[in-house]
């Protein structure tokens, strides 16, 4: 099963997505960090992210940019965290934003399941400057392309999902 | 507890007053997490105080998170936590209804 999950900054995203891997078949569960590590911020985020998985035995796999060259073994149950984080990654340091469609393509065909986690950061109708609107435009062809592989697509809203593609799954 | 939650001028607060007409409303819940969190509470603390105080209130809050990630650290913190409070407030109630364009959908 491919499933993407949206939704806003605090909704509860990351903890239902925990809980639908874990409510998942066994497998060997992975869980794919995007996150540049570089400010007390982040390392607090980072923190937080793993005290909550740490029960559910992911292997975590760093991947801030190039997910086609991430080794991910095959037949895993993937956690892939967050799409936002890598198109911002491989746009803003370096990298080519256009290889992460294929790259998800790959990554579906390859595990067993698939939860991608997305974001909605579009929907507050300010302005901006040329390179975050490229960055925007960018993310949101990802997020379509990644909705149009998924069977299921969940926005989570202060902790209640919503089916916007697919039943939604029982966790 | 019923919760009530829209982006800005969607008709939350009218359509909570309207659905329910004698009850304790507590409007603009996302100011007040606001304002919670400027004199240091916890965001989670906040709303379950909150819901032992009122389990019988309406909840009407403005959906604050779903913008570009603001570059000013107390912006992203504001966002994180109207999140985290209302997510305590969703598990609470007992239905949540999110309005668009004043039209409520029911999502529990």
Redesign the interface.
């Known amino acids: 099963m491919i499933v993407l999950v949206t939704g806003g900054s605090g909704c509860g995203k990351s903890t239902w997505a925990e809980r639908l891997i874990a409510s998942m078949p066994e497998g060997q569960r992975v869980y794919i960090a995007t996150m540049q590590v570089y400010d007390e911020e982040s390392v607090r985020r980072v923190a937080r992210h793993r005290a909550q998985r740490a029960h559910l035995g992911f292997a975590t796999i760093e991947c801030e940019k190039n997910l086609a060259a991430a080794d991910i073994p095959q037949d895993s149950v993937v956690l892939l965290e967050d799409l936002v984080n890598l198109a911002a990654n491989e746009m803003f340091s370096g990298g080519d934003v256009r290889r992460i469609v294929p790259a998800l393509h790959d990554l579906a065909h390859r595990c067993r399941h698939l939860v991608m986690v997305t974001n909605d950061v579009f929907s507050d109708g300010g302005c901006y400057d040329e390179s975050t609107q490229e960055y925007l435009r960018a993310l949101a062809q990802i997020n379509r392309s990644a909705a149009a592989l998924a069977d299921c697509v969940v926005e989570v809203v202060y902790s209640i999902p919503v089916s916007l593609k697919g039943a939604l799954p029982c966790v | 507890m019923k919760?009530y939650?829209g982006?800005a001028y969607q008709g939350q607060l009218e359509l909570a007053r309207a659905e329910n007409p004698d009850a304790l409303i507590l409007s603009d819940f996302h100011e007040a997490v606001q304002e919670a969190m400027l004199r240091g509470e916890d965001a989670r603390a906040f709303a379950q105080s909150v819901c032992a105080a009122h389990p019988d209130a309406v909840i009407v809050a403005n959906?604050?998170?779903?913008?570009?990630?603001p570059m000013e650290?107390q912006e992203?913190a504001f966002?994180?936590?109207?999140?985290?409070a209302?997510?305590v407030?969703?598990?609470e109630a007992r239905q949540?209804t999110?309005v668009v364009c004043g039209i409520g959908v029911r999502?529990?």
């Open positions: 919760l939650i982006g959906e604050v998170g779903a913008g570009v990630v650290a992203r966002r994180e936590a109207v999140g985290r209302l997510c407030i969703a598990q949540v999110r999502i529990k």
